[in-house]
Structure formats: C-alpha cells, structure tokens
C-alpha cells in the first residue's frame, strides 16, 4: 500500500464509515477536498489537506499537520453566494487526533433537491466541486418527542425506525444515539452509546438490548449519488475536480424520543 493510499485511509471523515478509496500509481494533485454537504445541519464540518510526498513525515504526527488553513471557500448555486467559512478548533490531548475543520461562520441554510458547487482556492490551486442534494423526507416512526416504556422494550426486543423514501436518494444512513442514566456505587451518571448503520430500504429494526432510562437520539441520513460512488463503487475522486476526495451531499432528518 502506498503512502497517498494510507495518508486518505488516515485522514477520513467520521461521517459515515471507513472508506477504501483507490490507490495511486502517480501523485496528480496537490489537495485533498472531504466534504459532506449537509442539509438541516446548523454547522458544516469539512476537511482540506495537503498531499505528501514523504511517508516519514506522514508517518509522524496528526492529520492537522497536513490540515490547510489558508484555503478561500466559495459555496454557490443560482441562488446562494457564500463564503463565510472559518477554522474550527476542539482541544484534544492526543497527538493523533483530527482537531481542525472548516466550518460556517454565519447561517447557512441549505435545501433538499438543490445543485451546489463549491470553489477552493489554496496557494494558487483551485479545486471544484458539484453535487445535488436528495430529494426530502421525513421519519415516520417513532414519533418526534414519544415516549416508550422500558419494559416495552424489554418484552418486545426492539425499535422499528420508518421513514419516506427520498426519492433521488442513493440510499440511507442512521445513527443512534443512547444517552441513559446508570447507577454506580450510589452515584448516578449519564452514558452515551452510539450505533450506524448503512441501508438502501427505509425500514430499520433496533435491536440493540436496552436496560436503562434515558433518552434517545435518531439521525437518518439520505445520501446522493456522489456519496454512492464514493463510498460504495469505491470511485476516487468523487464530484471533485483539481484534488483528491469527495464533495458528496445528504439531508438530514432526526428525531428524540423518551425511554421511562
């Protein structure tokens, strides 16, 4: 496996998965664009890095390394010129970790069956992007705010997730999200459990055992062809021109419920 190979395997987006992308018999550009457009999320989360021609110095520290921060970010379509994008930073102990990332500064709000482009313009190199976004959906069951009765659960094993088809959707993707309170020497705390999935039909059975209170957060994704040829037929790049990576787009659907 070649050094640009792993430099992509390491510097993956948590979106959604793991990722394989091809690897490379020659270095044709500079800059890696991974971006996920999407729809009814407050604050974009996006990654620009540059490529290395050293797999020592890949070899020996963060991804923030390579994390270029001077990029100028244009997000545009017939409607819609923005470019208020800013460098976000988490503190993390970790030598290894991914801390830095392109975020909105101001609201952006963004719309299902939509064409975006984005243009990047880093150290005279200039990278496109297109993708359109699926078509709207919504979750049918649960319903937003219900409540389920722990014993319920119990008894019957399992929570069955509906949704609307999206109809320009390549398929679908669901996190869950399991915050409880938990009892532990006379003190009691909240715990987070988390599960994803990948599906192409609109019906998911849960059946992660559940023992405790607490609440639930439930997030399905329709994602767009782009994301498909990426992730699925493995295709590298993917809506990108000028680097490497992705512009894939999704939208965005999610509801709580209630576990007493």
């Given at each position: ?21 091809n690897e ?5 550009f500079?800059y ?12 974009q ?13 890949f ?24 470019n208020?994008f ?47 976004t ?8 649960p319903?937003?705010?219900s ?10 094993g399992?929570i069955?997730?509906?949704w ?10 669901g ?10 020497q ?27 209170t ?24 993917t809506?990108?021109e000028g ?7 999704s ?10």
């Open positions: 496996m070649n050094y640009l190979l792993k430099l992509l395997l390491f510097l993956l987006l948590f979106t959604f998965g793991c990722e394989i992308p490379y018999l020659n270095k044709k500079q890696s664009l991974i971006f996920n457009l999407t729809v009814n999320q407050e604050n989360e996006f990654y620009i890095y540059r490529l290395v021609d050293d797999e020592l110095e070899e020996s520290g963060s991804p923030d390394r390579y994390f270029e921060r001077s990029a100028n970010i244009l997000l545009n379509n017939d409607e819609l010129s923005f208020s800013i460098v976000k930073k988490i503190p993390n102990n970790s030598i290894f970790s991914r801390t830095l990332s392109y975020t909105n500064s101001n609201e952006l709000i963004l719309k299902p069956s939509t064409n975006y482009k984005i243009n990047v313009s880093v150290n005279d190199i200039i990278i496109t992007g297109n993708t359109k699926p078509a709207d959906f919504n979750i049918i069951s319903a937003n705010n409540t389920i009765k722990l014993t319920d659960l119990q008894n019957e399992s069955i997730i509906k609307q088809k999206s109809l320009t959707a390549k398929g679908y993707i996190q869950i999200s399991q915050h409880f309170y938990r009892e532990w006379d003190t009691t705390y909240e715990a987070l459990e988390n599960f994803e999935f990948i599906i192409q039909d609109t019906t998911f059975i849960y059946t992660d055992f559940i023992n405790s607490g609440t639930m957060e439930i997030n399905i994704f329709a994602y767009d062809e782009n994301y498909h040829n990426h992730f699925i037929e493995k295709i590298e790049p809506g990108v680097g490497y990576g992705y512009f894939v787009s939208v965005k659907k999610s509801i709580k419920i209630n576990i007493e």
